[in-house]
């Protein structure tokens, strides 16, 4: 498969193959019941959208791709060696439940935009104490990877939702009609910005397609660590905001 000038495969760089803009279907209450592996292309006037190929960002401070990496796979319950949220943070999405008896805090975050608000916020600085740590305030974002992935890797409970997971007013997505009709809303109202994704209890490092870094030293440090998975240069990813 070629490569485009960024050394992304096929269509996976946002910037050579920017994402047209779907036609916005009305959204219903979320249901509970279980997702489904199985991601049909949704259809509309415009463009059609797959959801299993719905790219998806995990980004977390180089420093923990170690345990990451021991444990192949990303964990909800991991203890990073540099955690970027606050306290505060945390006690929410503990405290906010996708459906009755499951905790936010019990699923891995993605985000659905590699130009996340939250991503943009946390490169930019960091300043929201309530929100971030001090780790995260003396970080610099060069010292973050990007962990790139697709909608069909996060598993049977995948969830997505339309704004900050642990926000009193966000909707969560778990069945697999609403998973698809918020989807392609979130698209249209250029809604993938504010957008989470989230697998439960663990993301397998092995379905990881690639790690995006902010410069040539970060990624000879990387590659030395991930193996064969691929591992890319990408600038704009890592400009503060």
């Known amino acids: 498969m070629a490569e485009c000038i960024h050394g992304f495969e096929g269509e996976l760089c946002d910037s050579c193959y920017p994402k047209s803009v779907p036609e916005r279907p009305r959204l219903s209450r979320v249901g509970a019941s279980p ?9 509309t006037s415009r463009k059609s959208i797959n959801v299993g190929e719905q790219r998806i960002y995990h980004v977390t401070h180089v420093r923990n791709l170690d345990a990451i990496l021991d444990a192949a796979e990303l964990r909800a319950d991991a203890n990073p060696v540099v ?23 019990e699923y891995v975050p993605f985000y659905l935009s590699p130009d996340s608000a939250l991503w943009e916020d946390l490169r930019g600085g960091a300043h929201d104490e309530t929100r971030w740590s ?3 305030r003396a970080s610099a974002s060069s010292d973050f990877v990007v962990l790139v992935s697709t909608a069909k890797q996060l598993g049977d409970d995948a969830v997505i939702t339309d704004g900050d997971a642990a926000g009193s007013l966000t909707r969560f997505a778990s069945s697999p009609d609403e998973f698809k009709r918020m989807l392609v809303g979130l698209h249209d109202a250029d809604g993938l910005r504010s957008a989470e994704a989230l697998a439960k209890d663990s993301f ?18 990387v590659r030395d660590l991930v193996g064969d998975t691929k591992v890319v240069v990408y600038p704009p990813w890592f400009v503060p905001a």
């Open 35 to 43: 997702p489904t592996r199985r991601t049909p292309t949704v259809t």
């Open 134 to 136: 001090a780790a995260a």
């Open 83 to 105: 955690d970027v949220s606050s306290d505060l943070t945390r006690e929410l999405r503990l405290s906010a439940e996708v459906i009755p008896g499951q905790s936010v805090a």
């Open 204 to 221: 397998p490092f092995s379905a990881v397609q690639l790690v995006g870094v902010a410069n040539e030293p970060m990624r000879e440090r």
